[in-house]
């Protein structure tokens, strides 16, 4: 069990997390007809805005409530009140999800009792529109936790609940914020060979896929299906993907009876058996034979790359569950976590984590714990390659924001084929960084001179 060493510093310096807001945003952009409207400043929405744009190279309806000074002192009703009906004029939106800020927090307003007081004055304008509320304060917690409470809004606000039978063959997923739009592409496929129907809530891989569509549309123009969340309860079973993901399934179990399994990571082989398992429980069906043939596409992967992994010292900074699902993953195949940074203490799944212990903080307690353990690999997100320049590795991309690669989202990370790219991407880094041999450096006086001029770089340039 590791030991959780909470954040101590007065600043944060080069922020490894990003917001709850953010995360509540990124959880309804994964909704059909969504926008996230920030109940705060246009500052707070523009900072989230960015980052989503330069992480997707998309265009994101994200709005805000534009709440300035007067406002924030007298209250910002009649700002939530007026967003919200533009919204419904100007983009025809089937679903508004609210995130508050810190702004507004700190202030302490009735944000239910006022959502509540509009849609019953404005019950005719807004009729055709769904309107759910999640409190997200920017000083507490990060994209789980905002994750985490919007799709725990959008269940208590949209499932009904229904005393018909269940349907065998429909499987709800709870799509954790750590996985990829080709994650949760790879999901409904591989649910599908069993002959299963997945309903996915937040489903960004119909949002978020980096397709043009015809005509401009000013909401989300893919994403789960309103029909479809209200319908959850009607399923067989949930499964939950990240332990931020178990409060909305055991929120569905106590509303429509729907019981729910959590899979803390889908990113090695015996987790992955587990899944593969259940769903052929669930279906009655054998697993495919494409299915069986990718196992061993993996267990080949494992037996080729694990002598990369041996021995290498590994610094993870990522949330809460990712953090979990890529130290087990290198701690599976023979590497060592000498460093993990994480961006709250909340989670459970931390004391999972095979290292020593965790510490919540920013990436310059990365960078620094990383320089005296000594590492091989700096794994987090783009603001990182900063700290692996100095530190002289490699840095592994993963997480929230990527802007600086592009296919991001189109990198499988999970079951058989995800686990085995993760290993070759891995293997390849290393791989990368040995340095082969030439008869130059068999040659000892030409081996003297470079290391003379490297100890007199100002003589060897006169």
């Known amino acids: 069990m590791s030991k959780i060493v909470p954040h101590s510093k007065a600043a944060s310096v080069n922020p490894l997390k990003s917001s709850q807001p953010l995360g509540a945003a990124f959880a309804f952009l994964g909704i059909e007809g969504s926008v996230p409207l920030f109940h705060g400043s246009q500052g707070c929405t523009s900072f989230a805005l960015v980052l989503f744009v330069r992480h997707f190279k998309e265009t ?34 089937r679903f508004i999800g609210v995130a508050t800020t810190a702004l507004v927090e700190t202030r302490g307003e009735d944000f239910a009792g006022e959502l509540a007081n509009i849609k019953r004055r404005r019950a005719a304008e807004l009729a055709g529109t769904d309107i759910v509320l999640v409190n997200t304060p920017d000083f507490d917690g990060a994209i789980e936790e905002g994750w985490s409470k919007a799709v725990t809004a959008i269940i208590d606000g949209l499932v009904e609940t229904s005393a018909a039978p269940k349907l065998a063959h429909r499987v709800n997923i709870l799509a954790g914020s750590h996985l990829t739009v080709a994650d949760i592409e790879l999901l409904r496929d591989t649910m599908e060979a069993f002959g299963l129907e997945p309903v996915i809530v937040p489903d960004i891989s119909g949002a978020l896929d980096g397709t043009v569509p015809e005509r401009w549309i000013p909401t989300t123009y893919g994403g789960a299906p309103l029909a479809s969340i ?33 899979f803390d990571t889908l990113s090695a082989l015996k987790p992955v058996d587990r899944f593969i398992a259940l769903l052929s429980e669930l279906s009655g069906r054998p697993v495919p034979a494409g299915i069986r043939r990718r196992r061993n596409q993996l267990t080949d992967a494992m037996l080729d790359g ?149 100890d007199h770089p100002t003589s060897a340039a006169n």
Request: net charge negative.
């Open 60 to 93: 994101i309806p994200l709005q805000t409530t534009a709440m300035d000074e007067v406002t924030t002192i007298l209250g910002g009703a009649e700002n939530l009140e007026e967003a919200i009906l533009n919204l419904k004029t100007r983009t025809g939106a």
């Open 230 to 262: 209200r319908e959850m309860g009607q399923s067989a079973f949930t499964i939950a993907i990240g332990e931020h993901m178990r409060k909305p399934a055991r929120l569905l179990q106590e509303r429509a009876d729907v019981a729910f399994m959590v």
């Open 306 to 454: 694990h002598f990369h992994f041996g021995g290498k010292r590994i610094a993870i900074g990522a949330e809460p569950d990712l953090l979990y699902a890529l130290s087990a993953f290198f701690a599976g195949l023979g590497a060592e976590i000498v460093t993990a940074v994480t961006t709250t203490g909340h989670s459970p799944v931390l004391e999972k984590v095979p290292t020593a212990t965790v510490k919540v903080g920013d990436l310059q307690d990365l960078e620094d714990r990383a320089a005296a353990a000594g590492v091989d690999l700096l794994v987090t997100h783009s603001h990182g390659r900063q700290a692996a320049d100095r530190l002289g590795v490699p840095l592994m991309r993963v997480g929230f924001p990527i802007f600086d690669r592009l296919g991001s989202q189109h990198r499988r990370t999970i079951l058989y084929e995800g686990t085995r790219d993760l290993i070759f991407e891995v293997a390849n880094i290393f791989q990368g960084q040995i340095h082969t041999p030439t008869p130059d450096d068999l040659n000892p006086f030409l081996r003297r001179a470079r290391e003379d001029s490297d």
